[in-house]
């Protein structure tokens, strides 16, 4: 049992809460929790010694996912008008066995790809595909398009568990890329909301048709 | 290695000592909870009190009730000390009975018992504990899988299907994995509170439409009758507190004594935290429960794939 088992077991918790919670707050909190962890991810993975850019990368990770992406979200909270989702597509604790299901498919597709030897962890795979998983589950199954920007920073988590998971040599350049993306359709998608719950008075994606 | 007839003597002084001292975990969890609340509480050994001054009463039987009413608590009563046997005492010594696949008979041991309960309930014709006795059936059926599910953890995690093969194999190599160990650990705390009607699934204090679950169901009985399904309660609660002490204190000295008196205190620190639970959380809303139970069981399928996949 290393330390990076356990923390893919505190990611498949942090997924797992995800599904099972309808309070924003606690969602935000959540994401943030994972967001950390991912970030911290790379220190834990890496084999050889660990150059300046890993330290920055995890640094910079950590202070979006960690502090800007809770904020903007939070920020977003406020200006809107609602502080749980009410009537999800598909029920909390029907979402949590839909989360389990994902995780014994994970597991059994991982088991079906072959990976090199220079592995993170046997479970890490599995958790990134769970992520995954999650992320788009939550997009799908949830009607607020507060939590559907969740279900995205959680996509975009597993993508990146997948990255470190097998160790594939992270470009900063790269990596700096993919992390302004996120941002910016975090912020984006933030203004976006501000307008629908000012036209609509509320967020709910599937109700932008009546008035 | 220690002989047979030694082995013998050590599961049965393990099962006495369950027998004897199990009354006292109640008493354990209110006296935490009455030193929370700034009360001197009952004695500890209240519900000795009790069960004696019940076996001395008459006991008093409903026109409407049938021959399931009054087998009902000799029922569970025989169930439980069932379950108590095939529980060790400690991780050292085995059990008095012990075969493959146990596991499985200890969870239908209480299923029968908890049959008989809820047919006495429904026997009595009235419509309150009929209430109880639907609660106490769906909150069992959720709770069932996550039982099962945490103890094929176990099992699979130990390479053995019996509980006294899951004890010895746990102390032999205690904490192999600490991420699983976790999990189901948490998951039979939830089952355990579940099971034994604690907050926050039932609160075991109030006498409240409302929230009544299992003391509901129980109502009509009365004298020996109700000793024997108080006794028995606290029986179920002793059974189901090994098992978590057994997952979360695989402690072995060598001395079966030590072993003993460590495991039976790690059963009375289990009662002391059920009590501290019960202080600081209020009851859940009763459509919570069920999401509580379904969140066991994902926690111990979870246990189950991690110790699947490590082969």
């Known amino acids: 049992m290393n330390a990076a088992d356990t923390i893919m077991i505190f990611l498949i918790l942090t997924n797992l ?114 992520t995954i998983f999650c992320g788009l589950f939550i997009i799908v199954s949830r009607v607020q398009a507060l939590t559907q920007v969740m279900g995205y920073i959680v996509f975009e988590n597993g993508i990146y568990i997948f990255g470190s998971a097998l160790l594939i040599e992270q470009s900063f350049l790269v990596e700096l890329g993919i992390i302004l993306d996120v941002f910016v359709v975090v912020f984006i998608m933030g203004i976006t909301m501000f307008h629908i719950s000012r036209a609509f008075d509320h967020i709910d994606t599937d109700r932008l048709r009546e008035k | 290695m220690t002989d047979f007839s030694t082995l013998l003597l050590r599961a049965h002084a393990g099962f006495l000592a369950a027998l004897v001292l199990a009354p006292l975990v109640p008493g354990i969890i209110n006296r935490t909870k009455a030193v929370f609340a700034g009360r001197q509480g009952p004695p500890l050994l209240q519900l000795y009190y009790d069960l004696f001054k019940l076996l001395r009463k008459g006991t008093v039987y409903s026109g409407t009730t049938s021959w399931v009413f009054r087998i009902a608590p000799i029922v569970s009563l025989t169930a439980a000390i069932g379950a108590l046997m095939i529980i060790p005492c400690a991780g050292a010594s085995p059990a008095i009975i ?134 028995g309660s606290s029986l179920k609660l002793w059974a189901f507190a090994s098992l978590l002490a057994a997952v979360i204190l695989p402690v072995r000295t060598g001395s079966f004594m030590l072993d003993s008196i460590v495991f039976i ?30 969140a066991a069981a994902a926690l111990s399928v979870t246990a189950l794939i991690l110790t699947l996949m490590r082969g």
Not at chain 1, 88 to 110: C, E, M, R
Not at chain 2, 106 to 132: H, N, Q
Not at chain 2, 154 to 180: D, H, K, M, Q
């Open chain 1, 17 to 130: 809460s995800l599904l099972a919670s309808s309070r924003f707050n606690a969602c935000i909190k959540i994401v943030a929790l994972q967001g950390v962890i991912v970030g911290l991810l790379p220190l834990i993975a890496a084999n050889g010694p660990l150059t300046i850019y890993s330290y920055l990368l995890a640094l910079l990770i950590v202070t979006v996912k960690g502090i800007l992406f809770p904020y903007l979200l939070k920020h977003t909270l406020r200006s809107v008008n609602v502080r749980r989702e009410i009537e999800p597509f598909i029920g909390y604790g029907a979402s949590i066995i839909i989360g389990v299901l994902a995780l014994i498919v994970s597991f059994w597709l991982t088991t079906h790809i072959p990976f090199h030897d220079k592995i993170l962890s046997t479970t890490a795979p599995a958790v990134a595909f769970f």
């Open chain 2, 98 to 231: 012990s075969f493959q696949g146990d596991i499985i008979l200890f969870a239908y041991l209480f299923g029968i018992s908890r049959f008989f309960t809820v047919a006495a309930a429904l026997d009595t014709g009235s419509s309150f504990e009929g209430m109880g006795a639907s609660r106490e059936v769906l909150y069992a059926a959720l709770a069932e899988p996550a039982f099962l599910i945490a103890l094929s953890a176990l099992a699979c995690l130990n390479n053995r299907i019996s509980i006294t093969g899951i004890f010895i194999a746990s102390t032999e190599n205690p904490f192999a994995n600490i991420a699983v160990i976790l999990l189901t650990a948490v998951t039979l705390a939830i089952v355990l509170l579940t099971e034994n009607c604690r907050i926050p699934a039932d609160d075991p204090n109030t006498h409240l439409e409302l929230t009544m679950i299992h003391e509901v169901m129980v109502l009509d009985y009365s004298g020996p009758d109700f000793a024997y399904i108080l006794y």
């Open chain 2, 265 to 294: 205190f790690g059963i009375f620190a289990i009662a002391a935290a059920v009590g501290v639970i019960e202080s600081i959380m209020a009851r859940f809303r009763l459509d919570k429960i069920p999401k509580m139970l379904i």
